[in-house]
């Protein structure tokens, strides 16, 4: 298949190019390498994908209607991953427009392309921000998720909601997918595992927020890629169950999903840290510091209906995973 990888050049989107690839598939990439982080780690992340023939990559913004209605012109797309977005909780405090820019008007130029030049399946990136100040664990898609508490969040759920938008007015196909604290090799500079890495090998604190007490739903990289490719081929159909008068937020009278993708076994910070100190032999100096604005206390995913209709539940252990991220960063960075 023709498969559109958007964010291309970034963490995700660089590893799943790959695995698309080693299946089989033409992948055509899009990215604009915007310096929200170092440039210079996406474009090594992308020369993986580009010495190979299948591999087509657009240098432009999602945000360039344009240039994307181009894209979708030239190329013969059966199926589109969606990641493209401004990423990061802490940074949409301070650079709020730049979250509408990439993620609102950035989607709408997705589904408006795919409206134009039909796809067989539109899969997008949510977040598990979108469950915001709600602490019913694990989150679930059928609870409500109206409590947004980062402007972050507050556009990957805008993004849920155009997506079904457009499933119910032009039957374009769509999931999306709730990604829970993606770590692993490749991985982004400004979240917890690469940061922590930096400084303490740099032999600086770090900074523990929360004092320490949070928890998360720490995901593999190769686990979310898996989880990808089996909601690609598993396009989204209307539900028949669907009843308007007790409407399931999880499915539709429309080709419409929402999948959470975690690990289903949430870690305390200090157990994610632990580990860490123990890959890289050297004890962190912490600074216990209170929880950020629009950060929240606990993540836990429920992946039944993930485990239901494609088949796959995520199993990569924190010791692993924390690992090999290690093992990659002392080889990339040349420690």
């Not at 709600?134 to 679930?140: A, E, K």
């Not at 770590?183 to 900074?207: C, H, S, V």
Request: proline share 5%; hydrophobic share 40%.
């Amino acid at each position: 298949m023709n498969i559109l990888v958007t964010g291309a050049a970034g963490f995700i989107g660089s590893t799943l190019s790959l695995r698309l690839l080693a299946d089989g598939h033409k992948v055509i990439g899009i990215d604009n390498f915007n310096d929200y982080y170092d440039v210079n780690l996406k474009r090594a992340r992308v020369a993986r994908a580009l010495a190979l023939d299948a591999f087509t990559l657009y240098e432009i913004d999602v945000a360039d209607k344009p240039a994307v209605m181009d894209v979708f012109k030239r190329e013969s797309i059966d199926r589109v991953m969606h990641l493209a977005a401004q990423a990061g909780v802490r940074y949409s405090l301070d650079n709020p427009s730049a979250y509408i820019d990439a993620n609102m008007h950035g989607f709408l130029n997705i589904l408006e392309a795919c409206r134009d030049y039909p796809v067989e399946h539109l899969v997008y990136a949510s977040t598990s921000s979108v469950y915001g100040a709600n602490q019913t664990m694990p989150f679930s898609e059928y609870v409500g998720t109206n409590h947004p508490v980062s402007l972050y969040a507050a556009t990957k759920k805008a993004n849920e909601l155009m997506a079904h938008a457009y499933a119910h007015l032009f039957q374009v196909p769509v999931t999306g997918l709730r990604f829970f604290t993606v770590y692993g090799p490749w991985g982004r500079p400004d979240m917890a595992l690469f940061k922590f890495t930096q400084k303490i090998l740099a032999g600086e604190p770090i900074d523990v927020y929360g004092y320490g007490e949070q928890s998360r739903d720490f995901t593999y990289i190769d686990d979310i890629v898996e989880g990808i490719v089996r909601t690609l081929a598993n396009p989204a159909q209307t539900s028949d169950s669907w009843d308007a008068k007790q409407p399931d937020p999880s499915v539709a009278g429309a080709p419409y999903r929402i999948y959470n993708i975690g690990s289903n076994s949430p870690q305390p910070l200090m157990r994610y840290i632990e580990v860490l100190e123990s890959c890289l032999g050297v004890e962190a100096q912490k600074n216990m510091l209170p929880m950020q604005l629009g950060d929240v206390k606990d993540t836990y995913a429920d992946v039944s209906n993930l485990i239901a209709d494609v088949g796959y539940k995520p199993d990569t252990s924190i010791d692993v995973g924390v690992k090999r991220f290690v093992e990659w960063y002392r080889n990339f960075y040349k420690i």
